[in-house]
Structure formats: C-alpha cells, structure tokens
C-alpha cells in the first residue's frame, strides 16, 4: 500500500562546506512540481543547484527526476531511490545545494543527495488512504451510551442528528461490518450509503 504526507518539511545538512537543503512536498498533480521547486528556489534563493525528484499517482506510476547541472546520475537518481526505498507516492524532494568550493567527486555527490534525502524524509509523517464502508443507523435515544461505546475503536462517527429519533452516518474501520450484525436487533435503521475513501496516520 502506497503512503502519502501532509506537509513540506525540510533538513540541512553540511558536507565539506557545501549545504544541502533537502525538502519534501506533497503533490496531487503533475503541474505542482514546478510551483515547488519555484517555491524552494524563492525560499532560498542563489543557490548552485535544485536537484529533485518526484513519485506521483495511485500506485506510483509516475516518476521525475533532475540533476540540475549536477554530473549525471549524482543527485536525481540517488533521492528518487530514497523515496522509491519508502513506498511513497504524491510526493517530490528538491535538494538545495550551495557549493562550498570543495569538489565531492560522484561518489561524494550520489552519498552527499542520498543523505539529505533520506534525513529529510525521517521527519514526516505517513498516512494511507483506505476505502471503508459508510451506514447511517438510527436508534432510540436511551441507547446513545451503549453505541457511543460500542463503536469506540471500530467507527468513526461522521455525523450526528438527533430528532425524534438518533441518526449517525459512520464509517466502518477495517471493514467490521459484522459490529452491525450484532446489534441489529438494537437498531430501528440501518442502511449502507457506499464507500468513502479516508485517511489513517501511521503510528
């Protein structure tokens, strides 16, 4: 299952005078790219080089990367496998590089990107996207406790009405639609309202 972050989070590192600025961002399309690169560089500007790379789509399918002026295969490469290496998707690093006056050689290079990539990317956190069933059910209102706690781990309560009657429109997490077919007899309604698709933090 691939996983997704929230936010841009950066790290800086020092190698031999030079500064690597890693940054990450999240993305939903293809045309985000250049407006976070373009961000990164407003951020921190005159600097030698951007280097980046991005994974994008449902399963990954899409992939970008950019030396920027560095020797080739130094530094899109070795931060595209660091994202690759984390099953992400929706996601670009730019590393920011202000050279120092000491030349890493490519080995140097590929160790130095892989780094600030990998550093960087120890800093957020990671969420799937699941599909989950929705049902709105109705109940009397001297049942409210007893359904409160029963769904406490299992559902999440999207909604709440309260008129003659008490609806909530819930979502089944992990699929335990058998939770319903133990309390059904508690019920006055329950209908199923299809599959929404939510997001789960990791721990």
Not at 84 to 104: A, E, M, P, Q, S
Not at 139 to 168: G, M, P, S
Request: proline share 2%; net charge negative.
């Amino acid at each position: 299952m691939m996983r997704y972050i929230k936010e841009t989070v950066s790290h800086q590192i020092e190698i031999d005078k030079s500064i690597f600025i890693a940054m990450l961002y999240p993305i939903d399309h293809q045309e985000d790219i250049l407006l976070c690169i373009n961000d990164a560089k407003q951020k921190y500007p005159k600097a030698t080089h951007y280097c980046h790379a991005s994974i994008f789509g449902i399963n990954g399918e899409h992939q970008t990367l950019s030396d920027d002026g560095e020797p080739s295969r130094t530094a899109g490469i070795p931060i595209l496998e660091v994202l690759k290496h984390h099953d992400v998707t929706n996601i670009l690093c730019v590393v920011i590089r202000y050279f120092g006056g000491i030349k890493l050689g490519a080995g140097g290079l590929v160790r130095a990107y892989t780094k600030a990539s990998a550093d960087v990317i120890k800093k957020v956190t990671f969420y799937v996207k699941k599909e989950v069933p929705i049902y709105k059910i109705s109940f009397d209102y001297d049942k409210i406790n007893f359904i409160d706690k029963y769904f406490e781990n299992d559902a999440t309560v999207l909604k709440k009405t309260y008129v003659e009657h008490v609806y909530y429109t819930l979502i089944l997490l992990d699929q335990k639609v058998d939770r319903l077919d133990e309390i059904k007899h508690l019920l006055l309604s329950f209908e199923s309202l299809g599959m929404k698709t939510i997001q789960i933090d990791e721990s």
